[in-house]
């Protein structure tokens, strides 16, 4: 029996768009082979039995901060692939190699250092979460150059910061809509998309009008209205809303049915544990209920939706990196589909052609 070669028989497969109830799926030399609806086994392949179970793509985490060893980590709930969201070089550089060449870490994609202002958000994490003061955008006339800065540095996306606290119950200088304007431009030239973060409508209306291509949060101080929506589908953006995060944030929710799941308990470290059942408890004025009904109205829409966590370190609560805090009964949407069915086989080492 050759442990490049293995069959799983008889699973539930979810292909990304359709279930098939049974299946066979062929994988050799770490690549998926085939997926049939029989085969004839011998004994020099491994056979895996999947009755009772599904199988389905890795899963993308669209909103991460990837400081290890979180791309460890989000393998065990069947996360392939982060999305980093604001990192920087000193613990990104050796990731990026390490995931391209090993198949026990997730593979990961970032913005590298995300455009802030000084002062701006997440300064109040330096010290924490960061070990130092990381470079700001100081005028209009250093859009350019930092955009440059970023891209030097390997970053897939240009993320800009769109926050003036509102949202969180405190004032805190942002980025301004020519600034942010410029950024966008800035990344286009150099053939990289350019997403924002937002907690406010009126902040997700200046990401709009600035020229981004993706919101990654949801606003929540206010309800959506239909301006908003129109206005997100007519400028084709996505949306992640990052619900875990934002429920956490307006105090509303936290993972603590997830963090004592018997099914999840034994993968979660007891640190993250009790990061996951806690709020950050800042006095927002924002509600989950607002980010919700922007999301679900979003999506009835047709503005694509993805799945994200914001999960990022110890300390930044409520979200543990692969697990994500209920915040409603998921629709049947991009957000919800991948956890829509019964127990998973994870086999993330798995990579089809």
């Not at 030239?189 to 600035?210: F, I, N, P, Y």
């Not at 993250?272 to 209920?289: A, D, F, V, Y």
């Amino acid at each position: 029996m050759t442990r490049t070669e293995f069959v799983i028989r008889d699973v539930r497969v979810f292909d990304g768009e359709k279930v098939v109830e049974r299946s066979t799926v062929h994988v050799r030399s770490g690549l998926i082979e085939a997926v049939t609806a029989e085969f004839d086994s011998t004994d020099e392949i491994e056979v895996v039995d999947g009755r009772g179970k599904t199988l389905l793509p890795g899963l993308i985490d669209s909103h991460t901060h990837a400081q290890p060893p979180s791309l460890k980590d989000s393998l065990l709930f069947g996360v392939t692939t982060e999305l980093d969201m604001f990192s920087c070089p000193e613990w990104m550089d050796g990731q990026r190699r390490d995931a391209a060449e090993r198949n026990d870490l997730a593979d990961v994609r970032s913005a590298s250092i995300g455009a802030t202002v000084l002062g701006g958000h997440p300064s109040m994490m330096i010290g924490t979460y960061f070990a130092e003061q990381y470079p700001v955008v100081k005028s209009l006339d250093d859009a350019s150059a930092f955009v440059a800065a970023r891209v030097a540095e390997g970053a897939d996306y240009i993320k800009l910061l769109i926050d003036d606290g509102t949202a969180l119950g405190h004032d805190v200088p942002t980025l301004g809509e020519d600034v942010a304007r410029a950024i966008a431009n800035a990344a286009h030239d150099h053939g990289k998309m350019a997403v924002a973060h937002v907690t406010s409508l009126a902040g997700a209306e200046q990401a709009l009008r600035a020229g981004v291509d993706g919101l990654v949060h949801m606003f929540f101080d206010r309800p959506p209205t239909d301006e908003i929506i129109a206005k997100a589908l007519d400028a084709g953006v996505f949306i992640t809303p990052t619900l875990s995060t934002v429920g956490s944030l307006a105090s509303d929710i936290d993972g603590t049915h997830l963090a004592n799941d018997d099914r999840a308990r034994p993968l979660i470290p007891a640190s993250w544990r009790e990061n996951l059942c806690q709020c950050w408890q800042l006095g927002s004025p924002g509600s989950i209920g607002h980010a919700i009904e922007a999301t679900r109205r979003m999506h009835e829409a047709g503005v694509d939706i993805l799945a994200g966590t914001d999960a990022a370190g110890i300390g930044v609560v409520g979200t543990a990196h692969a697990r994500r805090a209920r915040a409603s009964r998921p629709s049947r949407s991009v957000a919800s589909a991948g956890a829509a069915r019964g127990d998973v086989i994870a086999r993330p080492t798995v990579r089809s052609q």
